[in-house]
């Protein structure tokens, strides 16, 4: 699916920038949403109830994510990932770089089998980003989900911002910067080369785009200053230097949760970050272990009541 054509949406779509009304009632709506987000207790990770799913897509509906807590520990903590992506009606898994097979990825410190240090694998802070904004226009990750298997000794909360409420602050501010992201050239990942070998062209893209499927907003966002190019006019460098503020500053909708053993987030890959971490010392525990898988479709939403 190309981004190219047509990117700003039309109609009565709150994301158009014409759709005035459509857009003040959708804003009330996400903004009225509790800064609080309730834990949904589940069971069994690898074996959602009805009603598990159901408040874990309720979760999801309102704020692009949902945090939950199994009662239940896995062996095989892959297989019963898996089963909750599907059961959540994610299926296809993004094939990483560094995935293991099963298209779950463990995320701990470790050497990686390339010669570039990938910094979710140290125990360094990550800064603001989605999932996936280095990946060609069709392979967006649409969704993600981090289950934690331990903790760090130390460190390691993360923090989440729906990327709709970062929507919304940019356009409150300026319309125009909105209609810069939405560009198709705003944001451009350079290509990659390890070892004289190219393993990723050149990805530009928009920052924010609606899926012509159903509708949705996605963000394509990192806030790393090397290797991603904004493109080089007023609007669009002052707008990602809003959004560096933003992040700056901080805001209400901004969630930080350090997870415990057995806890996760299902996410409509929204804005995320991680603190940088210390590992416990030997067999003393304490090593941070967070799986996590990625989709390329979204979480469905939840039918209106
Ligand atoms: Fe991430």
Same mark, same amino acid.
């Given at each position: 699916?190309?981004?190219?054509?047509?990117?700003?949406?039309?109609?009565?779509?709150? !994301?158009?920038?014409?759709?005035?009304?459509?857009?003040? &009632?959708?804003?009330?709506?996400?903004?009225?949403?509790?800064? /609080?987000?309730?834990?949904?207790?589940?069971? $069994?990770?690898?074996?959602?109830?009805?009603?598990?799913?159901?408040?874990?897509?309720?979760?999801?509906?309102?704020?692009?994510? *949902?945090?939950?807590?199994?009662?239940? #520990?896995?062996?095989?903590?892959?297989?019963?990932?898996?089963? !909750?992506?599907?059961?959540?009606?994610?299926?296809?898994?993004?094939?990483?770089?560094?995935?293991?097979?099963? &298209?779950?990825? =463990?995320?701990?410190?470790?050497?990686?089998?390339?010669?570039?240090?990938?910094?979710?694998?140290?125990?360094?802070?990550? &800064?603001?980003?989605?999932?996936?904004?280095?990946?060609?226009?069709?392979?967006?990750?649409?969704?993600? %989900?981090?289950?934690?298997?331990?903790?760090? *000794?130390?460190?390691?909360?993360? +923090?989440?911002?729906?990327? +709709?409420?970062?929507?919304?602050?940019?356009?409150?501010?300026?319309?125009?910067?909105?209609?810069?992201?939405?560009?198709?050239? *705003?944001?451009?990942?350079?290509?990659?080369? +390890?070892?004289?070998?190219?393993?990723?062209?050149?990805?530009?893209?928009?920052?924010?785009?609606?899926?012509?499927?159903? #509708?949705? %907003?996605?963000?394509?966002?990192?806030?790393?200053?090397?290797?991603?190019?904004?493109?080089?006019?007023?609007?669009?460098?002052? =707008?990602?230097?809003?959004?560096?503020?933003?992040?700056?500053?901080?805001?209400?909708?901004?969630?930080?949760?350090?997870?415990?053993?057995? +806890?996760?987030?299902?996410?409509?890959?929204?804005?995320?970050?991680?603190?940088?971490?210390?590992?416990?010392?030997? $067999? *003393? #525990? #304490?090593?941070?272990?967070?799986? /996590?898988?990625?989709?390329?479709?979204?979480?469905? %939403?939840?039918?209106?009541?």
């Amino acid at each position: 699916m190309s981004h190219s054509a047509d990117p700003l949406p039309q109609s009565a779509s709150p !994301f158009a920038l014409d759709a005035a009304d459509a857009y003040a &009632g959708w804003r009330r709506r996400k903004l009225a949403t509790a800064a /609080r987000l309730p834990v949904v207790e589940v069971d $069994d990770v690898g074996r959602l109830s009805d009603s598990e799913r159901e408040a874990l897509l309720q979760q999801c509906g309102e704020r692009n994510f *949902a945090l939950f807590r199994g009662r239940t #520990g896995h062996v095989d903590v892959a297989s019963a990932l898996q089963a !909750f992506g599907r059961r959540m009606g994610l299926l296809d898994l993004d094939q990483n770089l560094c995935a293991e097979d099963s &298209g779950v990825t =463990a995320i701990t410190v470790k050497p990686t089998a390339t010669d570039h240090t990938y910094i979710p694998y140290t125990s360094r802070p990550l &800064g603001w980003h989605t999932d996936g904004y280095y990946n060609a226009g069709s392979h967006q990750v649409r969704a993600w %989900l981090l289950y934690c298997a331990q903790p760090a *000794a130390e460190g390691g909360a993360n +923090e989440l911002l729906d990327h +709709e409420i970062a929507y919304i602050r940019v356009r409150d501010q300026n319309p125009e910067w909105i209609r810069a992201l939405m560009a198709p050239d *705003a944001f451009t990942i350079p290509l990659n080369i +390890e070892g004289g070998e190219q393993i990723r062209p050149d990805h530009g893209g928009p920052v924010f785009s609606v899926s012509p499927l159903d #509708g949705s %907003l996605h963000m394509r966002y990192s806030a790393r200053q090397r290797n991603v190019v904004w493109k080089d006019d007023a609007a669009t460098r002052d =707008a990602a230097a809003f959004l560096l503020d933003l992040f700056k500053t901080g805001d209400d909708h901004i969630f930080r949760h350090r997870l415990q053993a057995g +806890e996760g987030i299902v996410s409509n890959n929204v804005l995320h970050r991680r603190d940088g971490f210390r590992d416990g010392a030997g $067999d *003393a #525990g #304490g090593k941070r272990l967070i799986y /996590r898988a990625r989709y390329y479709q979204r979480l469905p %939403l939840p039918k209106e009541t």
